[in-house]
Every structure is written in C-alpha cells, then in structure tokens.
C-alpha cells in the first residue's frame, strides 16, 4: 500500500544468526565450507518480505470505514443501539484518533473515559435503545493485512557482543562450519545501515550524540569466548 512504519529503536546486547536457507540441513560440509560469519552479518541487515502481515494504515482505513457506516446508521435510525449518545462519543472520538493517525501517522487517545462516565447510560424511556447498554466499540475493530517489507538496520553497537548461531533447522541441527576471524570489524555493516536509514528519515530518527564517532577502531570487536553447543536439535549440552 505504499505505507511506510515509523522507525522503532531497540537496545540489544545478542544478535541470533539463522543458519536456515544458508547452511544444508544435513550438515558435515566440514571446513570447507564457505559460510563466514561477516557474511551472516550481511543477511541480518537485509530487506525480509514478509506475507500478510497486519498493516497499520490499512487497518486504521478500514476501521475509519466502519466508524462512517456506523454514523450513517445511526443518522438513518434513531431507534438503533448506535444512536446511544455515549456510543455516538465514543464513535466520534475514534473518528478522530483514525483521522489523526492517517493525516500525521501519530497515534493518539482522544478517549477520555472520566468524559464518557458522566453520560448517562440510559436515555429516555420511548426510545427502543434505552433499555440497552451502548454497544461495545470492540465491533469497530478492524484488521487489515498487506505484504509488507521488513528490515532490521545496525545502527550503533554495545561494547560487548555476542553472536548466536541458530543451527536449528526443523528437527535437525546445521552442522556446518562458519569461518570467524579473531578479529572482526564490522564498518562495512554499520556505516551503510546508517546512510541508508539518514537518506529516509532526513537525520530525525538517529540524534547526532547516539551516532558512534567514524573511525574503523569504533567498529572492531576481539574474539574473547565461544561456547559450543555438543548434540543434536532437540538434546545436548554447552
């Protein structure tokens, strides 16, 4: 649908590097494989597409739609749960954090329950929907889903990192050797990620005092530990 998420931080200390769709599910390539841990880096940073995902600006368009045909009831029968005037606010307040969200791509809560709480629950006794509660607005909830394209950029690194390979594939265990240097420097994997997210975002999403300083030694990690995972996928021991 052309839309495109807002930009989400997370603070990590591990990075889980999937063997599936690399390695073979057999395993035993031995050394000579060509599997190296720099390359594994490199598919973390790629762009994943991923099938009928819950997309957040169709889903507030479609939701927007059913507030609209709910108004539209309401004003062609009087006598309908949705013309409660608690329902009526209710409604019109979504409409408003719907329209809101589709205009800046800001999430807001416009509903105030102390306000709705001192409507009163029932209305005059001729009409058919006094005798009711207001319909639950749980009714306007929509979800739409969209293919969407997903990619988790490294933007700024811990001190200390660590690298898990996941060698699960299935029921079976990848056994296949990956090729890992004492030392690692990892510039060509941030410095891109960090052009790349400046260029979409025009700087606003990466402060400049989060940015690490340039320089190949900011991005350089020694070898300092590996554990080894003996056995197969569903037993063993590190």
């Known amino acids: 649908c052309g839309y495109s998420a807002p930009v989400r931080h997370t603070t990590f200390w591990s990075l889980g590097l999937s063997l599936a769709g690399v390695g073979s599910p057999q395993g035993g390539k031995g050394e000579d494989a060509t599997l190296r841990l720099v390359s594994l880096l490199r598919m973390y ?7 009928k995902v819950t997309c957040e ?4 368009e479609a939701e927007l739609e059913m507030v ?3 108004n539209k009831r309401a004003r062609a029968n009087p006598n309908s749960r949705w013309s409660h005037p608690r329902a009526l606010a209710e409604v019109a307040m979504r409409k408003k954090e719907l329209e809101r ?7 807001s809560n416009l509903l105030s329950q102390n306000a709705l ?3 009163r629950v029932r209305g005059p006794p001729e009409l ?5 509660r207001p319909p639950s607005m749980d009714k306007l ?5 969209c293919d969407v394209v997903k990619r988790d950029l490294l933007l700024k690194l811990p001190p200390i990192l660590c690298l898990h390979l996941q060698r699960r594939y299935g029921a079976r265990k990848i056994a296949d050797f990956v090729q890992f240097d004492v030392f690692i420097d990892l510039a060509s994997i941030i410095l891109p990620a960090q052009k790349h997210l400046k260029e979409r975002v025009l700087e606003e999403a990466i402060p400049a005092d989060e940015l690490p300083p340039n320089g ?19 037993s063993g021991h590190y």
């Open 68 to 70: 609209n045909k709910v």
């Open 117 to 119: 709480g001192s409507m």
């Open 128 to 132: 058919p929907w006094a005798a009711y």
């Open 216 to 234: 190949e030694s900011t991005f350089t990690y020694a070898l300092c530990a590996v554990v080894e995972h003996k056995g197969g996928a569903r």
């Open 141 to 145: 909830d929509v979800t739409a889903k």
């Open 57 to 60: 600006r169709c889903t507030a």
């Open 45 to 51: 940073n790629r762009a994943e597409k991923l099938p």
């Open 101 to 107: 969200f589709l205009e800046t791509g800001v999430e």
